[in-house]
C-alpha cells in the first residue's frame, strides 16, 4: 500500500522537517486509496508564505509496517510468562519486553525477598529477554519500574545505574498496590532494533 501525499509540481524542494517546525502551519492534502490527511499516525503541514507552492512530497508506507506484524519473543534463560503474553513482541523495529520479575528461571521462585536481589535478578531476566530479541541494554530507549515500595528508589537505583549507564534511557518509577507473587520490584522496557 503506498500513500502520496502532494501539491502542485514546482521546482522548489519541499522540506517537510522546517515544515513540522514551522509555527504557521497548514495541512497538506493526501490522495491515494482510503485517503486521509493523516498517514501512519502522522499529521503532514507545509508552511504557509507568500512564495510559490512547494512541488511534490511523497510519503510511502510499506505494507508490512501498516499491517501491524508481530514477532514474539521467547526464551527459557528468563522466567515463562504468568498468564496469557509473551514475554516480548518484536513490531516496527520495536522490542517491548513485559514486567520482569526477580524470578529464577530455572525454579520460578524468588531468588530472596530482598529488594536488591530482587532487582539484580530482574535485569538479567531482562538481559535475556533483550538477547533473545537480538538487542541488549544500550538499545533500551524506556524503562518503567513498578516498586512495592517507593522507599527502595535509592537501593533500586544503584543497580539499576550498573545495568544503564549514561545516557540511560528515558523513565518511570511507581509504587503500586501490589506486584504479581507479592514481587518487591518489576521492570517492563522497550528497546529499538
Given at each position: 500500500m503506498t500513500w502520496s501525499v502532494?501539491?502542485?509540481?514546482?521546482?522548489?524542494?519541499?522540506?517537510?522537517?522546517?515544515?513540522?517546525?514551522?509555527?504557521?502551519?497548514?495541512?497538506?492534502?493526501?490522495?491515494?486509496?482510503?485517503?486521509?490527511?493523516?498517514?501512519?499516525?502522522?499529521?503532514?503541514?507545509?508552511?504557509?508564505?507568500?512564495?510559490?507552492p512547494p512541488p511534490f512530497a511523497s510519503l510511502t508506507v510499506s505494507a508490512s509496517a501498516a499491517s501491524g506484524k508481530k514477532e514474539v519473543v521467547a526464551t527459557e534463560k528468563a522466567p515463562a510468562a504468568l498468564g496469557p503474553y509473551s514475554q516480548a513482541i518484536k513490531a516496527n523495529n520495536l522490542v517491548f519486553v513485559s514486567g520482569v520479575l526477580g524470578l529464577i528461571p530455572e525454579t520460578g521462585k524468588?531468588?530472596?525477598?530482598?529488594?536488591?536481589?530482587?532487582t539484580e535478578q530482574v535485569l538479567k531476566n531482562m538481559g535475556e529477554i533483550l538477547k533473545a530479541s537480538g538487542v541488549d541494554y544500550s538499545s533500551v530507549v524506556k524503562t518503567t519500574i513498578m516498586l512495592a515500595d517507593l522507599a527502595d528508589f535509592k537501593k533500586v537505583n544503584?543497580?539499576?545505574?550498573?545495568?544503564?549507564?549514561?545516557?540511560?534511557?528515558?523513565?518511570?518509577?511507581?509504587?503500586?498496590?501490589?506486584?504479581?507473587?507479592?514481587?518487591?520490584?518489576?521492570?517492563?522496557?522497550?528497546?529499538?532494533?
Open positions: 502532494f501539491r502542485s509540481i514546482n521546482p522548489q524542494t519541499l522540506d517537510i522537517s522546517a515544515a513540522l517546525r514551522s509555527s504557521t502551519r497548514s495541512p497538506l492534502f493526501a490522495a491515494g486509496a482510503g485517503c486521509a490527511t493523516t498517514l501512519a499516525g502522522v499529521s503532514l503541514f507545509r508552511m504557509s508564505s507568500s512564495r510559490s524468588f531468588v530472596s525477598d530482598d529488594v536488591e536481589d530482587q544503584e543497580i539499576y545505574a550498573k545495568y544503564f549507564p549514561a545516557p540511560s534511557p528515558a523513565r518511570s518509577t511507581y509504587q503500586v498496590a501490589a506486584l504479581p507473587l507479592n514481587a518487591k520490584i518489576e521492570i517492563e522496557c522497550i528497546a529499538t532494533l
